[in-house]
């Protein structure tokens, strides 16, 4: 049995540190992962930095990570959808399935949830994870570890799109070109929106979208207010937006997906900004915009897999930066500082490739 279980451990602000923790005992419906790949997630970067989101604080110290993949090392004695060898991407989120949220099918609402790097619960950056085997998805050969550890944020867009309503000829629009607007943007493609309008404060964001297939991108100002952005939206596309996605926080952009987004579409909330800002509500409601929020995903992993497996999203291009588990203190770094164009960085539990079934 493998003794060394090298892990990134979060004790505190500033107090990431690499150590050694014991090889995990699994459950009878749990498996043993040997960690390949796992992703910074800017919640991730935001524990670093501040210790908390919201309401979920860093008490004690805590295992980071949450978007990965691995490869089922042991199996628990109940578990026969799985084999040892088999290459997952994971789900990171295991609800109690007991409660009404649970039973009726929105689980990402469960107040039990166990929830991978949100305190106080464990992530999962470290070589030997175990997890729930239903919230483990097998990856077809053709598809890399890394994208299996993609499909975490590609389950936010899949979501947000579907809380949307995104469908064939939606016209969308999409605030904020991180991660999380970009996996927006190639989510609202698959789901055959029409036309996507993106926005961004950081030009070379919006060129990655360009290079993803938005239709048109628009560069913003920090101080430009809702009223004047949304007539240069409504110039640029050809009908007005139907479906508005915020997926950067900013309370102008909250405003201005409200004002821009045709009277009867849908506002979905996405971005995590400041826990009360200013909205025109009455411009909402005399208009019967449909505020939705988005936490998380909710039986989206499997359309998020099978839109990768198919080919019909790529999502190899957010990938930006590579470190090994070693480097993750640099692998940080590179993430908060968006050094060098960073969208996506990737830390590798194992050497690159080496669970890969086909060259990539
Ligand atoms: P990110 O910070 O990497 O990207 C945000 C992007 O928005 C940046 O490119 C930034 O330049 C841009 N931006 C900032 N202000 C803007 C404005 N006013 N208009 C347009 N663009 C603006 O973050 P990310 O990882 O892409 O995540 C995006 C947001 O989604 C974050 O707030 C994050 O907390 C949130 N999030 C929510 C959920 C959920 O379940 N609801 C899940 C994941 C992430
Ligand atoms: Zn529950």
Not at 148 to 172: D, F, I, N, Q, W
Not at 290 to 307: E, H, M, P
Not at 338 to 349: R, S
């Amino acid at each position: 049995m493998a003794t060394d279980n090298l892990t990134a451990v979060l004790h505190g602000i500033e107090d990431l540190r690499l150590e050694q923790r014991p090889v995990p005992e699994i459950a009878d419906d749990e498996v043993l992962l040997a960690m390949d790949s796992v992703g910074i997630c800017g919640s991730d970067v935001h524990y670093l930095a501040h210790g908390r989101i919201g309401d979920f604080v860093l008490t004690k110290p805590m295992i980071i990570g949450h978007e990965a993949a691995g490869v089922v090392a042991k199996l628990g004695k109940n578990v026969t959808t799985l084999q040892v060898g088999d290459r997952v991407a994971i789900e990171p989120g295991v609800p109690c399935r007991y409660c009404d949220h649970c039973k009726q099918g929105r689980y990402n609402l469960c107040a039990d949830m166990v929830f991978c790097a949100t305190p106080p619960y464990d992530g999962n950056l470290t070589r030997y994870y175990k997890h729930a085997a239903d919230f483990c998805f097998k990856l077809p050969d053709h598809v890399s570890m890394e994208e299996g550890a993609l499909l975490e944020p590609l389950s936010v867009g899949v979501h947000a799109c579907r809380r949307a309503g995104v469908g064939l000829g939606s016209k969308v629009l999409i605030l904020g070109a991180g991660p999380i607007g970009l996996v927006t943007l190639l989510a609202a493609q698959a789901m055959g929106a029409s036309e996507i309008l993106i926005t961004d404060l950081v030009q070379q964001r919006l060129d990655v979208a360009k290079e993803l297939g938005a239709t048109h991108t628009l560069l913003l100002q920090r101080d430009q207010s809702a009223e004047e952005t949304v007539k240069v939206v409504h110039q640029t596309m050809s009908e007005v937006p139907d479906k508005s996605i915020d997926c950067c926080g900013a309370e102008s952009s909250a405003r201005l997906a409200i004002f821009a987004t045709r009277s009867g579409g849908v506002v979905v909330i996405v971005g995590m900004g400041a826990p009360e800002i200013k909205l025109p509500l009455i411009n909402a409601l005399a208009r019967e915009i449909d505020i939705r929020g988005v936490f998380r995903y909710c039986n989206d992993y499997s359309a998020a897999l099978a839109l990768v497996a198919s080919g019909k999203v790529n999502v190899k291009r957010l990938v930006t930066h590579h470190y090994d588990i070693t480097e993750t203190a640099e692998a940080f770094e590179t993430s908060r500082r968006g050094t060098g164009g960073a969208i996506k960085v990737m830390i590798h539990v194992q050497p690159r490739d080496a669970n890969n079934k086909v060259k990539f």
